[in-house]
């Protein structure tokens, strides 16, 4: 959106003199506005501390799904809706935050994406994150739309469950919330990719019933609950029987070779991601233990500890998607490289595990 649009909005605010004005927020996001600069300085280990992490999750989700909705060209995603609340502070009319809540949206969106589609939903976040930040074009409202509606068409072929909960949901939840708004003159503002899912719900009677059940966080999916466990739970019986049955001297050679070799590779590739040095003594140290434990793996320590050791703060998350289109940022940003290290030592972790098990004498 151009510095025109936004203009325009104030204007048509000022103009219309509306009791309300209706925005594509929530709480949350409109904090984040009213803060921006606090919440830019602040690092992630203090994220962690205030137990902030969901939300700033949701919000960079979100934020990539504005990006690679079109609605991403000049100004951040938000400016015009923060635009249109300064102006409707500015007459005194009641601003309506009319959008889900984020984290909401974002828990629905993953845990309602089959599991063997999640790959394909984390790859399009992944993208939107290397789509880097261009002026504005100046292009008109039909423009915006246009692009808007190629882009929904584009999610709704690739992962229609989550077009369904980030667009066709929020669509229906901002029609109930400016369906109830109590006041005579509205302005409602919501982006091009909203503009005719929300019209056209307006017009059409409004189940109360939907709105509760879209307003749900769903259970995990029982193969996501499952299978981890089942994975670690094999490994170990392996081990128990092992001993019990097997020759124990031989047992104790394999899970020699298990320690080792989980150590080496998971810290090799640490050191390739550029990790602190307290991170790779952590992620060697780390990896043979919790290469069993399906909840806790090797790259969630590296990058917890490589937080705490030399943590990134919230303006370069912001920036992120600008370094990562060039490798070298990949490394220099420090967001980037908790990611790289995740990475990394999980890779790491993995191979190790199947270099250990290629490598495991006859237990029996």
Do not use: Y
């Amino acid at each position: 959106m151009c510095d025109e649009s936004v203009a325009e909005i104030r204007a048509i605010i000022a103009e219309e003199q509306p009791e309300a004005v209706c925005v594509e927020l929530d709480a949350q996001r409109l904090d984040w506005l009213e803060n921006r600069e606090a919440w830019e300085s602040i690092d992630l280990v203090e994220v962690m501390r205030n137990k902030q992490m969901p939300l700033l999750s949701a919000h960079l989700a979100l934020r990539i799904f504005q990006k690679r909705l079109g609605r991403f060209s000049g100004h951040e995603p938000g400016d015009e809706m923060w635009a249109a609340v300064q102006a409707a502070r500015a007459i005194g009319a009641q601003v309506v935050l009319a959008d889900r809540e984020m984290l909401t949206t974002a828990l629905r969106a993953w845990r309602k994406t089959p599991f063997w589609s999640r790959t394909k939903l984390a790859l399009t976040l992944t993208l939107g994150t290397l789509q880097k930040t261009r002026p504005g074009t100046g292009s008109d409202e039909d423009d915006d739309g246009q692009l808007a509606r190629d882009a929904v068409a584009t999610l709704e072929r690739r992962l229609p469950q989550a077009k369904r909960v980030a667009v066709d949901e929020r669509d229906t939840f901002m029609a109930h919330t400016i369906a109830s708004v109590g006041a005579k003159r509205i302005v409602a503002l919501v982006g091009p990719a909203h503009r005719d899912g929300v019209s056209q719900r307006l017009q059409a009677p409004l189940d109360r019933q939907e709105l509760v059940k879209i307003s749900q966080v769903p259970a995990k999916h029982l193969v996501s609950r499952v299978l981890p466990w089942a994975i670690s739970m094999a490994i170990v019986t392996l081990f128990v029987v092992g001993f019990a049955l097997g020759d124990r001297e031989k047992i104790q050679d394999a899970m020699l070779v298990w320690g080792v070799v989980n150590a080496i590779c998971a810290g090799a590739l640490t050191i390739a991601a550029f990790g602190h040095f307290w991170t790779v003594i952590a992620v060697a140290i780390a990896a043979p233990i919790v290469s069993l434990n399906p909840i806790v793996g090797a790259g969630m320590v590296g990058a917890a500890v490589q937080i705490f050791v030399a943590p990134p703060n919230i303006r370069e998350i912001e920036k992120v998607g600008d370094d990562i289109t060039r490798l070298s940022g990949w490394w220099k940003n420090r967001l980037a490289r908790v990611v790289l290290i995740l990475v990394f030592a999980n890779v790491g972790s993995t191979i190790g595990t199947f270099v250990a098990l290629a490598l495991f004498p006859d237990l029996f």
